[in-house]
């Protein structure tokens, strides 16, 4: 018999990540041999765009992890976008991403009003759609290989 509980709990999280961690690592040998490497543990990677008064006109936030840089939140003012501020923040930490951390791909997720066309330009290729995420909505996968 059990006793469900639904209150958000942070050590049980901690513990449930940690068990989790440890059974993918029992069954994986890819994820075995990451164990004891820099890959093992993500890594932020951040690049910001300022502008000639020193306000944020784009950034990119993003995390490496067994050698895939992975892209969370991308961003240009509307007063800059169109002159390639987007694709130089992408550049750059992929460059990072590259040479800095050995990674090999990239990988980012962005709604079908966004930015899917802008991630295909820059070589980004869709593996994956996920339809009505949120209701109404496609969410894309696209990955790359640097």
């Known amino acids: 018999m059990f006793r469900f509980e639904t ?19 029992e069954a994986s040998s890819a994820l075995r041999a990451l164990r004891g490497t820099p890959g093992e543990r993500e890594q932020p990677l951040h690049v910001w765009a ?14 490496t992890w067994a ?11 509307a007063a800059h976008r169109g002159a390639g501020l987007g694709a130089q923040l992408l550049s750059r930490a992929e460059e990072s991403a590259r ?3 050995s990674c090999a791909y990239a990988r980012v997720e ?3 009003f966004q930015a899917p066309g802008f ?8 593996v994956g759609e996920v339809p009505d ?6 969410e894309f996968i696209l990955t790359k290989r640097l």
């Open 110 to 112: 962005t709604w079908d």
């Open 67 to 77: 050698s895939w840089l992975l892209v969370d939140l991308l961003w240009v003012d």
């Open 99 to 101: 040479t800095d951390r």
């Open 119 to 126: 991630y295909r330009r820059q070589g980004y290729e869709v």
């Open 50 to 63: 300022m502008d000639e008064r020193g306000g944020l006109a784009g950034g990119l936030t993003a995390r």
């Open 133 to 138: 995420y949120p209701p109404g909505v496609t």
């Open 7 to 25: 209150e958000v709990d942070k050590a049980r999280r901690i513990l449930l990540g940690q068990r989790l961690t440890d059974t993918n690592t």
